[in-house]
């Protein structure tokens, strides 16, 4: 199996040398050019956007080898063009490694997800360019070839999912894996962020602002100018221009200038095309700083939301422990607390278990419901009937059914829920008949129907 010309003794040997010598330069390259976080020249940044296009060629190339080696076994002429392939998926590497960098060096990004995706593109290539020159050794090297391409695809995986973290977020390719396949892998279970000042007006209204907005540039995973904002304390110290924030200050920090400038200005932010912030958020964002920028207050002088009052407490499940923990491993979920202090209540995360969660189960966690302050039911099999349930979880607070079966033949259920104030029913198929119990709920302000035949119309479409 894996069989191929090899390679003439003279030629083997220049194209070792000259793999050594790439395969140094690519290792020392982090070295001369540091990640910093800072920008650079504007054309690293156009080259290196190309990117995402580029990458695509040696992943396909990468897997078809493989593919090409085993069919070689009843077809050998198929083993040559295995070579061809292998060869040309050193260019690609080569090419999107470049880019990769250019990206990434051009537009001052760093962290810890984009170090480890620049380290394992440069290990990637150096491993491909391996599998191609020991593929056409002489000798015993030439069986090291089997395992070393193993080793290629297990790095190609790895490295993919790196650099699919930095775009789609840390749990893109392992949210919904399997439970048993997750605690395999040691990758545990979905954690909810908890805040030592879990009721703040920065807890509830700005850190989730800067969390859909900024975080994903300014994270622990990948930091442009050394800034990052998912925490508190990152965002007060600020990045390598110095303070984004200064208490009592709003016209001199910069991360209020730099979300108020036109969006077709360079330092706009968000940046990469997203859309700019709201009136409101931009209003509870100058508003926080102006009165100190404090991780602790719960309200501020002049802005007034029905939930700043403070959160009710959801008593004492201490006792409930071991049950909870019996239900977790069964239902394959996770009931997290929202912090330190367990009268805050829990949050019910199914991610684990997807599609298995349905009705049924939800009703297993009634026992629970007095203490489940969040519930995230996205893509699971709640059905409408389920909806009679979720009218029991007294404490619920926020409540996702995007992507579930719902019609909202069930939505008077939610009425009951007095604090209900966060409720997204996107992709589902609710309609704005469906929903015109929720109008008569006072504390509901966020309420999510996208890509529902209940979404309002375009601006300008109405009655089109």
Excluded at 111 to 130: F, S
Excluded at 279 to 289: C, K, M, T, V
Excluded at 290 to 303: D, K
Excluded at 391 to 412: E, N, P, Q
Aim: glycine share 10%; charged share 15%; hydrophobic share 45%.
């Amino acid at each position: 199996m894996f069989k191929a010309k090899a390679l003439a003794p003279g030629a083997g040997k220049s194209l070792w040398a000259t793999a050594f010598v790439v395969s140094v330069l690519l290792l020392i390259l982090p070295f001369v050019f540091r990640l910093d976080g800072k920008p650079h020249a504007d054309w690293q940044q156009f080259l290196g956007r190309f990117h995402p296009l580029v990458v695509h060629l040696p992943i396909g190339l990468i897997l078809l080898v493989p593919i090409l080696e085993i069919a070689g076994r009843y077809r050998p002429a198929l083993l040559e063009g295995a070579m061809f392939v292998l060869s040309l998926s050193v260019v690609c590497c080569l090419l999107a490694l470049v880019l990769g960098y250019l990206l990434a060096y051009g537009s001052g990004d760093a962290g810890a997800g984009v170090a480890r995706h620049m380290w394992g593109g440069i290990a990637l290539t150096i491993g491909v360019l391996g599998c191609a020159l020991v593929r056409g050794s002489f000798g015993g090297a030439r069986g090291l070839y089997p395992y070393m391409l193993a080793c290629v695809l297990g790095l190609l995986a790895w490295t993919a999912h790196q650099g699919g973290s930095l775009t789609h977020g840390d749990k893109y390719l392992t949210e919904y894996m399997p439970s048993p396949l997750k605690r395999m892998m040691g990758l545990g279970t979905v954690q909810a962020k908890a805040f030592d000042y879990p009721d703040s007006f920065y807890a509830r209204h700005i850190y989730p602002i800067l969390d859909s907005n900024c975080v994903v540039c300014h994270g622990e995973q990948k930091v442009k100018g050394h800034l990052r904002l998912d925490t508190y304390d990152h965002l007060m110290r600020g990045g390598s221009d110095g303070a984004v924030v200064i208490p009592g200050k709003p016209d001199r920090s910069t991360l209020l200038k730099r979300i108020t400038l036109p969006p077709s200005d360079k330092k706009f932010m968000p940046s990469d095309g997203r859309p700019a912030l709201k009136p409101e958020e931009i209003a509870w964002i100058r508003a926080w700083i102006q009165q100190g920028a404090s991780e602790q207050v719960r309200s501020l002088v002049g802005i007034y939301l029905p939930d700043d009052e403070p959160l009710p407490q959801v008593g004492d499940y201490s006792a409930l422990m071991p049950e909870i923990a019996r239900t977790e491993k069964a239902e394959g979920i996770t009931l997290v607390p929202v912090s330190r202090n367990l009268g805050d209540g829990l949050i019910l995360n199914t991610a684990d278990a997807g599609s298995k969660f349905g009705d049924q189960q939800l009703a297993s966690l009634l026992p629970f419901a007095p203490y489940i302050v969040e519930a995230e039911l996205a893509r699971t099999s709640v059905t409408d009937a389920g909806l009679a349930t979720l009218g029991k979880f007294s404490h619920l607070r926020a409540l996702h059914l995007d992507g579930t079966s719902i019609t909202g033949s069930g939505l008077a259920n939610l009425t009951q829920l007095t604090q209900l104030n966060y409720l997204n029913l996107s992709e589902t198929k609710v309609t704005q008949a469906s929903i015109t119990p929720l109008t008569a709920m006072k504390t509901l302000r966020h309420l999510y129907l996208y890509d529902t035949p209940a979404q309002p119309a375009p601006a300008g479409k109405q009655g089109q």
